[in-house]
Nanobody
Framework: QVLLVESGGGLVQAGGSLRLSCAAS????????MGWFRQAPGKEREFVAG????????LYADSVKGRFTISRDNAKNTVYLQMNSLKPEDTAVYYC??????????????????WGQGTQVTVSS
């Protein structure tokens, strides 16, 4: 099992940027497709972005396409989520997720093998 620890959340004004990091340990990190999800108060956890084990294929939710960028550094066992042009509706707890294999990007909670503890992102208007 992959152990995941997120960092980089915080409070930012609308239009600002944040970079989330997810440090992984345990099961070989480079053998897992990875993703980011988020959960706002009173809402279900939703997919934000994901990529395959080498980062060759990426997927984004329509709501963040063009504003967020997911990447990974397998040498550092870390996945990143660069968030630009943030909006108040991006406010949520963001979770890092490890997929169940190297190819299938986790886009639903059923595809996730391991979760991080989450990091809060708050965007003020």
């Amino acid at each position: 099992q992959v152990l995941l620890v997120e960092s980089g959340g915080g409070l930012v004004q609308a239009g600002g940027s944040l970079r989330l990091s997810c440090a992984a340990s345990g099961r070989t990190f480079s053998s897992a497709a990875m993703g980011w999800f988020r959960q706002a108060p009173g809402k279900e956890r939703e997919f934000v972005a994901g990529l395959t084990w080498r980062g060759g294929t990426t997927l984004y939710a329509d709501s963040v396409k063009g504003r967020f960028t997911i990447s990974r550094d397998n040498a550092k066992n870390t996945v990143y989520l660069q968030m630009n042009s943030l909006k108040p509706e991006d406010t949520a707890v963001y979770y890092c997720a490890a997929g169940k294999n190297i190819i299938v990007i986790p886009t639903t909670t059923q595809h996730v093998a391991s979760w991080g503890q989450g990091t809060q992102v708050t965007v003020s208007s």
